[in-house]
């Protein structure tokens, strides 16, 4: 086994989770922080061999740093449930190990699977990710619910050949409700750093979006699932807006707080209010 962590974090993924722990294999940790699941997930997680955590849900980058302060190894690799390291990424990261590691991160493609088919256009794909990396050289950053990885200055990247599967959603009613919870989420963080205004961003930035996922991007080459995907990613752009617009015009709220922004999973309430877990 690999001198690595895998650390994911869970809640209710009793469906996916086993597939993504065993395509982790290879690393000698396994760790898997849970926010109280009500299926299966953390004795699919035990039977895998898996450190379980139970915890609270602070938010999507709160929940990833904990996650890596958990490891016992030098190298995490950092995975949601619904991911798994296909064959070939899994054969360069040992390759890479083998000769001693070259780089203090390392950036991994994504394979966007959606309605069944792997999607290859329209800006899903490479869509790559920085995820393996040493957990002193690198922290998640953004601004929920778009986290990423961030390394310190100075620290070098590097990338594996192979690809990391992302089932993405399970359809397209479970795809809106992501966008329900996302735009919800990033409307009030927008509203938090100080963002009042909308109506521009509400007419031009929707159709922007449109355009450059299907036709600059090639989504069209996806066929249907292309042009689903393109106009449900102008439906959320739109959404994130029309939401903030609802804050301020509506309800009254005042930009600019700098509170940070509390949300339930996703199908719990989201808000400002909101206590974790």
Known sequence: MLPITACVIAFNEEAKLAACLESVSFCAELIVVDSHSTD??????????????????????????????????????????????????RESIERAFADGPQADGYA??????????????????????????KRAKGRWGGVNPHDHV??????????????????????????????????????????????????????????????????????????WRGLIVAILGAVYVFLRYAKLWELVHVQGRTAGSGEPVRYGRRGEPAGRGETAG
Request: some cysteine; aromatic content about 10%.
């Open 150 to 223: 961030r390394l310190e200055p100075g620290c070098s990247e590097a990338r594996l050949r192979g690809d990391l599967e992302h089932l993405s959603y399970d359809g397209i009613a479970d795809h809106l409700k992501t966008i329900d919870y996302f735009s919800t989420i990033a409307a009030e963080e927008k509203l938090s750093r100080g963002q009042r205004g909308a109506s521009l961003q509400v007419l031009l930035n929707p159709p922007w979006k449109f355009t450059k996922m299907f036709v600059l991007q090639r989504g069209f080459l996806d066929g």
């Open 40 to 89: 299966r997930t953390r004795e699919i997680a035990a039977q895998r061999g898996a450190t379980v955590i139970e915890r609270d849900w602070p938010g999507h980058i709160e929940q990833k740093n904990f996650a890596i302060e958990q490891a016992q190894n030098e190298w995490v690799l950092c995975l949601d449930a619904d991911e798994r390291v296909l064959p070939e990424l």
């Open 108 to 133: 991994l493609n994504r394979r966007n699977v959606y309605l069944g088919r792997w999607i290859k256009h329209g800006g899903w794909y490479p869509d790559r990710k920085l995820r393996l990396f």
